[in-house]
């Protein structure tokens, strides 16, 4: 997981209770925050509704880290988005095992077949044959051999006056002969999809029916590529998604559609130009990147505090209306618990820290806890209207609740402060007209 996933679990983890108002707030957030990231539209409402369903369950709800459980659904289906599990190469056991890259130009077929090629080796500790069968570019194929030097991984090529067909028949033919077990067949790509490229591809597929066909898109261009893996794989049928240019400023969102739409596993990913940034395409570590880089989890946030922002708004009326009872002091102690020190957070709120009676109201953490067991004593009354707790009442609130009554009597001083001071607040700011109060 990464820090930041981290930090914000450790954020919401304190939230003790999750009702289903948090969770739909939540997954408005997170639906605006996918569609923000280039998903593609049926997907984001496949799942959200997959995570609200589960998320809104009774299990979750009574967990005692409602907070943490959403976050983990909401991976959990991120993961499930992508695959869920990473799916590996499928080898011949009859080598050669013939891979095919496909793909629009500059997707990044020929730089993946050089990383490719390297990752065979090294991983699976096999000896590759490369193919050059981009015909139209005589730099393409200067490239793939330039990569293959690089890497001394040998590159069939045969010039561009020969058909892509023959060139990956002969090449075929000579891997046998030469025992390279794999081949890796670099095509020609087209600005745009057409019968005339699909028809080549075709014919090559034909020779001898590839172990992969791997589509290599280009991760920047968004709904784009997912549009792009549609088309491939309907007119191919592909075996699985190479994602390339990921390392760069992409919102990652074709990489939450491609799976879902065309059904076909992302294997890869590329992290750069260099021959070694190539990795296995992990779901569950990509859910985790993208709650990590996580425009998502601050926006997750982002609700709970909207969340609470109408709570405040609820209470600033009740304050104001003096319907403001000790089930609301006891909500408000724990909210105010997960966010630090109470006096503390009474002197961020403008003009609370220069208000007279503000000693009275510091409390700490142990302290809280008493505060708790005091009002869980109180009878529903009791706890609306606190005027009712005369001397034999204080006794018996007292006992259950294992504090002195002078405590009790505390508290009960610092409930009445309280709300003469929020009364004057309320009166204060509403004068203008921005009300940010935190509590
Ligand atoms: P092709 O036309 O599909 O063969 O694309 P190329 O392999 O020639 O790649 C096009 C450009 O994208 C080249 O400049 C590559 O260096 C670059 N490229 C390919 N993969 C990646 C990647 O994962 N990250 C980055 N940053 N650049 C890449
Ligand atoms: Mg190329």
Same mark, same amino acid.
């Given at each position: ?20 108002? *948090? ?14 990231? +280039? ?6 409402? /496949? ?6 369903? $589960?998320?809104?369950?009774? +299990? ?15 991976? *959990?289906?991120?993961?499930? @988005? ?46 590759? @044959? ?16 330039? %990569? ?32 390279? +077990? ?11 999809? *057409?019968?005339? @490229? ?47 240019? %990921?390392?760069?400023?992409? $919102?990652?969102?074709?990489? %939450? ?33 993208? %709650? ?21 708004? /609820? ?42 009676? =503000? ?15 005091? =009002? ?19 006794? $018996? ?13 505390? @508290? ?28």
């Amino acid at each position: 997981l990464s820090e930041r996933l981290q930090e914000t679990i450790q954020k919401i983890k304190g939230k003790g209770k999750v009702t289903e108002q *948090d969770v739909k707030a939540m997954m408005r957030e997170v639906r605006f925050a996918l569609i923000e990231a +280039d998903v593609n539209l049926k997907v984001v409402k /496949e799942f959200v509704k997959n995570v609200s369903e $589960r998320a809104v369950g009774s +299990d979750v709800m009574k967990s005692l880290t409602p907070g943490q459980q959403v976050i983990k659904i909401v991976q *959990d289906e991120l993961t499930n @988005l992508m695959g869920g599990e990473q799916s590996p190469i499928q080898f011949n056991n009859k080598p050669p095992t013939v891979i095919m890259m496909v793909g629009l130009q500059g997707a990044g077929k020929t730089t993946t077949t050089g990383k490719l090629a390297n990752l065979i080796r090294k991983k699976y500790n096999r000896k590759p @044959l490369l193919v050059a069968a981009d015909v139209y570019r005589p730099a393409a194929i200067q490239q793939l051999e330039t %990569l293959g030097k690089q890497l001394s991984i040998p590159v069939f090529s045969m010039g561009t006056e020969v058909s892509p067909v023959e060139i990956a028949r002969k090449a075929i033919d000579q891997a046998k002969e030469e025992h390279n +077990d794999v081949v890796i067949i670099d095509t020609a790509g087209r600005l745009h999809i *057409d019968e005339e @490229l699909m028809q080549e591809l075709k014919d090559i597929r034909a020779i001898k029916e590839p172990d992969e066909i791997f589509l290599v898109v280009d991760a920047m261009t968004g709904q784009d590529a997912v549009n792009v893996a549609n088309n491939f794989n309907e007119a191919l049928g592909i075996t699985g998604v190479v994602l390339t240019k %990921l390392d760069g400023d992409t $919102r990652g969102g074709a990489a %939450l559609s491609i799976r879902s739409v065309t059904e076909k596993p992302i294997k890869f990913i590329g992290m750069g130009e260099k021959m070694d940034a190539l990795e296995p395409f992990h779901p569950e570590r990509m859910a985790s990147r993208i %709650l990590g880089m996580g425009d998502m989890l601050s926006l997750i946030e982002k609700a709970q505090a909207q969340v609470d922002e109408d709570k405040a708004k /609820e209470l600033e009326e009740k304050f104001k209306t003096q319907s403001f009872t000790f089930d609301d002091f006891i909500e408000q102690l724990q909210q105010v618990k997960k966010m630090g020190p109470l006096d503390e957070i009474l002197k961020m709120i403008p003009g609370v820290n220069k208000m007279k009676g =503000i000693e009275n109201v510091q409390v700490d953490d142990k302290q809280m806890g008493h505060l708790e067991a005091i =009002i869980y004593s109180m009878t529903k009354e009791e706890k609306t209207n606190p005027d009712i707790i005369n001397s034999s009442r204080k006794k $018996r609130i007292s006992k259950g609740s294992g504090r002195p009554i002078q405590e009790v009597n505390r @508290l009960l001083k610092q409930f009445e402060d309280m709300k003469k001071m929020m009364k004057q607040m309320t009166g204060m700011s509403a004068g203008k007209g921005k009300k940010k109060m935190k509590m």
